[in-house]
């Protein structure tokens, strides 16, 4: 029983062959799709669990399991290290993703956790801007420049018609090398311009903040006028005591959270009570009912990460390596012919004929 | 940044080398001095968690998370699944064990789950055997013959001078194959003694109980007269519920859980008061005053399973490989050479060159 290994030359693969925005295109529909028809009593998703630490670096590894009754179950383990890319030139994020099979047991596959998340939440931002914000939407403010913000204005972009993108880091180095970083995109005919916070929220139609405000500092703007039909997609990682929208913002918008639960403790929605904090983005998705008029309403989707997202993406870049033949097999779990001893898989029946000494070592 | 994937065949070749004896000694020296040495402030165990089913299969996949704070983080993620042999002819234990760095997220390597679920459960009644059976133990009894019983049996014949072997199943095919099955362990000098229950409880110095009993069907024997030295590994896999030992004979004994948390709510601890159970494993390696005399009372090791356990086997296996030069380097997580764009290792500066097209696609 082989377990499909995608090495990260195979997810390079799988996405210079479908290509950038076709990857991202189809995560987004992928992701509403399983949302329109998830059956929640079939899809059982713990709350994420992990390791918080502050030596020897201040960081956390967080297990992210889903199960499709039936059917698979995934697990993203997924770490996060601030300190990762200044003192080891690694992404902040690093993480694999794998797939099990519930009849069994069986470990199906694993892949690359790093960019799937970040594609997957941008995928989500994606999701919510499509339901949330001004079908007119053209300027894309971008609050935290790091690694998170590529996926956030690629997935954008996707949905909104951008001529205008208005960025900020709290890094100047950041902030210059943003536009460089997003010419991946290929966004020839948009504006890019480095702004302060007050202009960016005052001129944006859709802000993104993906920051790494320390616990305690935030929110990472100030209050002010915005126009009445703003959607923001808060999707900076998420801690208790980390959140980075004024508060009085929030209580001007129709906040969504993805799961309400992770929100209230580790998201935005922290700073509300429980009837400030409007429906969870699979009933937006789900009922046409709640979904009219958001554009015209300031909006939040408050992104705290979520375990069907990596199962979406997980099961469509598996998808592409079976289509594309790429991916190594390779037989991990060690499976005796007789299942009822689990030594025989180590002499499978030569133990008489070529190591006859094996059991004195 | 590779993860060294270590196959079955690599764990395979890894116990050829070091021969199946050697292994196990090795894993019961390694577990217990970790026991020995374990700063518990440093050593962060969550309790296992998991997904419960009954349909498709009854079964479940759970994760047992364990960190040494500063070093390495291990997870296995295990199935178990009794329909598995008869339906599909695999064991109803598969497993993967993960090692993570705990200063990057870095998952450093993956192994097989099975076999080493196996040993380690045996080293651990192994080192329980060392420090509780009577030093002139002769007579081991075996209750619930499956895959399980094998490396029970091989852990405990490594602490104690075994003659006898005496062995029940409630499955007759599963009786007749397992002195075959236990052939492996060249036990030569041994007399193996198919036994009824009452008589091999009766008789036996050490018992192992490894048995798969429904909820709410135990125990698996009924309660008697014992050796007054009798000592029990109660290593069946744990539920809410399910049981393997009568208890009136807990009552009797000094009942040592792994983890006493786990045990009172799914091992035999379940069965009795606070005040009716020992001190935990750990406690008795550490300290020589708790061990004194153990050799002579009635004694029942109360195994629900461990993390602390996976990340010792886990951690010998990778030494070995590394030591023997097995198992395969593959770079799984994705790592832009920008650690702020994501995207970057997609195209790492070649996207100008040869994929103008891959954009649009």
Redesign the interface.
């Known amino acids: 029983?082989d377990?499909l290994?995608?090495?990260?030359?195979d997810?390079?693969e799988i996405?210079?062959?479908?290509?950038?925005?076709?990857?991202m295109d189809r995560m987004i529909d992928a992701l509403r799709s399983t949302l329109a028809s998830l059956v929640p009593d079939r899809t059982?998703v713990?709350l994420r669990?992990g390791?918080h630490?502050h030596?020897?670096?201040p960081?956390l590894?967080e297990?992210m399991?889903i199960?499709e009754?039936?059917s698979r179950?995934t697990?993203k383990?997924?770490?996060?290290?601030p300190e990762?890319?200044d003192r080891?030139?690694?992404?902040?994020?690093?993480?694999?993703v794998?797939s099990?099979d519930?009849?069994?047991?069986?470990?199906i596959g694993?892949?690359?956790?790093?960019?799937l998340?970040?594609?997957r939440t941008g995928a989500a931002s994606g999701v919510a801007t499509q339901l949330m914000a001004s079908e007119n939407a053209s300027v894309v403010g971008i609050i935290g420049?790091?690694?998170?913000a590529?996926?956030q204005l690629?997935a954008v972009s996707r949905v909104v018609d951008v001529t205008d993108v208005l960025y900020y880091d709290i890094d100047d180095s950041?902030v210059q090398?943003f536009p460089e970083?997003c010419s991946?995109?290929?966004l020839d005919n948009v504006r890019f311009s480095a702004s302060e916070p007050g202009d960016l929220v005052q001129f944006s139609d859709v802000i993104c903040s993906a920051t790494s405000v320390d616990i305690g500092k935030g929110p990472v703007f100030a209050d002010c006028d915005t126009k009445p039909w703003l959607h923001i997609n808060a999707a900076g990682s998420d801690f208790e005591g980390k959140y980075e929208i004024p508060r009085p913002l929030l209580e001007r918008s129709v906040v969504v959270p993805d799961v309400l639960e992770q929100a209230v403790s580790q998201g935005e929605c922290q700073q509300l009570d429980g009837h400030q904090i409007g429906p969870e983005l699979i009933e937006v998705v789900c009922r046409e009912d709640l979904q009219r008029g958001l554009g015209k309403k300031r909006t939040v989707f408050d992104s705290t990460g979520w375990a069907l997202e990596d199962h979406v993406a997980l099961n469509l870049f598996m998808k592409y390596a079976l289509e594309f033949d790429l991916g190594?097999y390779?037989?991990?779990?060690?499976?005796?012919?007789?299942?009822?001893?689990?030594?025989?898989?180590?002499?499978?029946g030569v133990?008489q004929v070529d190591?006859p000494?094996?059991?004195?070592?």
């Open positions: 029983m377990t290994i995608l090495s990260s030359a997810t390079r996405v210079r062959r479908v290509g950038l925005n076709a990857i059982v713990p669990s390791f630490y030596e020897p670096m960081g590894i297990w399991p199960m009754n039936g179950a697990i383990v997924v770490g996060y290290h990762n890319p080891y030139g690694i992404p902040t994020i690093l993480g694999t794998s099990y519930v009849r069994t047991g069986h470990l694993i892949a690359d956790g790093t960019f998340t970040a594609l420049c790091g690694a998170q590529v996926a690629h950041t090398s970083r991946i995109l290929q190594s390779i037989e991990i779990e060690s499976v005796s012919h007789d299942a009822k001893n689990p030594y025989e898989f180590v002499f499978n133990l190591s000494d094996a059991l004195s070592g």
